[in-house]
């Protein structure tokens, strides 16, 4: 990658705008609502009570969203500055969910330095978009005494990171780091590379077996931080897909049952004031629950209808492919995503040696259960395409079976000729240690 500042990738130099842009947006379009929400006001009747209600609450609705459109300004005029002053470094990183104070990352120096803490400044919903699992990788530009910023590798999205105040703070969260064996990680090569750093590699050509192997078995000696692990999912081949854990997850249905129970509470609620009123409101409709009760009855049916319209044909499309009858075995491995907690499978042909270039990879979602780093797999489900693109010979949908359990996708199995197989082995190359330069060769 060409450039000396952070600024001068075109995906940093990109995201950027895209930040300011959604903040000029949010802002305006708050502004506009609240306005809306005053006018309507002033032309309102006094009956019934619940109008003015909605016009006072759209109103303050409106108006948050202006104000935090309006809090992005300043900080995409901050990103540029810190951006355009210093160079993005890839650091391995973990990620902290702490309950009040905000989302934290470790990352580790990539020349052996200190460890750094973090402290994110953003809401944990963004936040979940670039968040890496609990070893990753994330790029950094800023100075570690004052803050800067943080992105997923590629250069965005952007998010402001303070250094942790707290000796205490700072102590748990290098706790979470060495038991991560966050120091035991290898460097990944570096973005933008200065003087003794380890450059990136170049996307001419893909990395071998023997490299996607080394990555994966160096990964795999960070434990996942997971409280208590999960119960082992029922077999795909001997009961019915929505008692599989991941199906169920794939299909959407938590979100409707999640629309489910806040109906029935706030129908009970709203059923509470309405049976047993409070004095002096007796024949008036309780506005706050109806409210509440509309926004869970909304949100139930659009849940069902995301369900009925894309869970249900993507599950009916793997669990198709899973019970294919004719497996192919290839090698295998299996290396962390670039973002988020999901994994990729790296394939390869089932004979060869260290040498052998990917043949294909495969986006997975996390597993429930360990999985070796490299070995072989059975692919099934080679004949089975993804609706959305069958007319014109899309991408085949593919389940890898490991130890006799499967490995569920989050995506299509793309090849590695394929512009989107090519896009995703050029981002996993990415967080790669960097190749040795060969040693020259003595001349006589």
Known sequence: MSGTRALDLPETAEELGRYRRGGLRLAAG???????????????PEEPLWAEDLAGFTCVGGATAC??????????RRFRRILASGRWSAHPATAVSRNWS?????LAGVDGGNLLTLRVIASRARWQGAQPSPTGVLWWCGDPRRGGVLAAPGGG???RAKPVRGAAARQRLLAVAEETRLTELPVPAQPQAGPGLPAAPSSASVP????????????AVAPPRRKRPLRPEPDVRAVAWWRVRTLRRVAGLAQVGGGLIGLALYGGLMAVDVFWPEEGAEGSTPTGSLLLVTAAGAWTLWASF??????????????????????????YTLVPAPVGEETALVVFPAHGGPDDRPEAVLPLLPPDRPVEPTGTVELRGWLDRDDADADDGGDAVVVAWCDGRPLWPSGPYLEAGSADGAVLLEALADLLEAEPAPEPTAQD
């Open 30 to 44: 708050g502004f506009a609502l609240a306005v809306l929400a005053l006018v309507c006001f002033g032309f309102l």
């Open 67 to 76: 104000a935090f459109g309006l809090a992005r300004l300043p900080n995409a």
């Open 102 to 106: 905000g989302e934290a990352v470790v």
């Open 157 to 159: 999205p952007l998010f």
């Open 208 to 219: 071998s077996y023997a490299r996607f192997a080394a990555h994966a078995e160096s990964w």
């Open 306 to 331: 995301q369900v009925w319209n894309r869970g249900l044909p993507v599950v009916r499309v793997l669990v198709r492919a899973a019970l294919a009858p004719v497996p192919v075995e290839r090698r």
